[in-house]
């Protein structure tokens, strides 16, 4: 005896149409980089491969934390790249001060396809209109109080908008 269980094809079919409809989840970051780093292999994109394997070890280190228990929050994958972003920014900054034009091509390279995962940003027109609900929600009136601002508006444009820039728009609605 085989094991195998015979079913006329109408019964299978009929078991098919009754299995509740799969949840088609979005694409997890880690799935995304990992299509990217065999794309960037076969195209042999030497550039883009360093900047996907570097987000690769970033979510690799972000899920071997203690307390992270294997998974990583959306959140917390936003954070990540954006840590990445201002670390090649800041590498790029250093570099022209060194005159060092090779290793500023190889980041902008990086930069540019980091970016590419990073939700789209805020615009300074969006930040400022937050920072204003912000400031008539709290009462600031002088720069001695724009850690009450900072506080609030930080929490609801975490990895929305670039902090220097929420920075700059709250020191200039409370000058």
Known sequence: MSGIIH???SVWKLKILLLPP???KPMALEETINNDIKEAMM???EGRLRAVRAIKSEIIKAKTEKGAGGVISA???VQMLQKMVKQR???ISEFEKANRQDLIAKEKEELAVI???LPA???EDEVREVVKQAIATTGATSQKEMG???GIVSKQLAGKADNKLVADGVKSLLA
Do not use: H
Request: aromatic content about 4%.
């Open 7 to 9: 079913m006329p094809e």
């Open 22 to 24: 799969q949840k088609t």
């Open 43 to 45: 195209a042999k994109d």
């Open 75 to 77: 959140e917390k994958e």
């Open 89 to 91: 920014r800041d590498s």
């Open 115 to 117: 970016e590419k995962y």
């Open 121 to 123: 940003m805020m615009s």
């Open 148 to 150: 009450k601002v900072m």
